[in-house]
Protein backbone atom coordinates (compact mmCIF):
# COMPACT_ATOMS: atom_id res chain seq x y z
CA UNK A 1 0.00 0.00 0.00
CA UNK A 2 1.32 3.42 -0.62
CA UNK A 3 0.55 6.68 0.57
CA UNK A 4 -2.50 7.43 -1.59
CA UNK A 5 -4.17 4.42 -1.40
CA UNK A 6 -3.94 4.54 2.76
CA UNK A 7 -5.29 8.40 2.56
CA UNK A 8 -8.01 7.17 0.35
CA UNK A 9 -8.52 4.18 2.47
CA UNK A 10 -8.96 6.87 5.77
CA UNK A 11 -10.81 9.21 3.48
CA UNK A 12 -13.92 6.26 2.76
CA UNK A 13 -13.72 5.36 6.48
CA UNK A 14 -14.24 9.04 7.34
CA UNK A 15 -17.16 9.72 4.87
CA UNK A 16 -18.42 6.61 5.85
CA UNK A 17 -18.81 7.62 9.36
CA UNK A 18 -20.11 10.97 8.41
CA UNK A 19 -22.79 9.48 6.54
CA UNK A 20 -23.62 7.64 9.51
CA UNK A 21 -23.63 9.76 12.01
CA UNK A 22 -25.32 13.12 9.78
CA UNK A 23 -24.18 16.36 9.18
CA UNK A 24 -25.16 17.79 12.64
CA UNK A 25 -22.74 15.85 14.87
CA UNK A 26 -19.74 17.03 12.60
CA UNK A 27 -21.19 20.67 12.37
CA UNK A 28 -21.20 20.94 16.04
CA UNK A 29 -17.80 20.25 16.78
CA UNK A 30 -16.35 23.08 14.85
Excluded: P
Excluded at 4 to 25: C, M, P, T, W, Y
Aim: charged fraction near 25%.
Amino acid sequence: MNENEVSKVIFDAGLKVHRQLGAGLLESAY
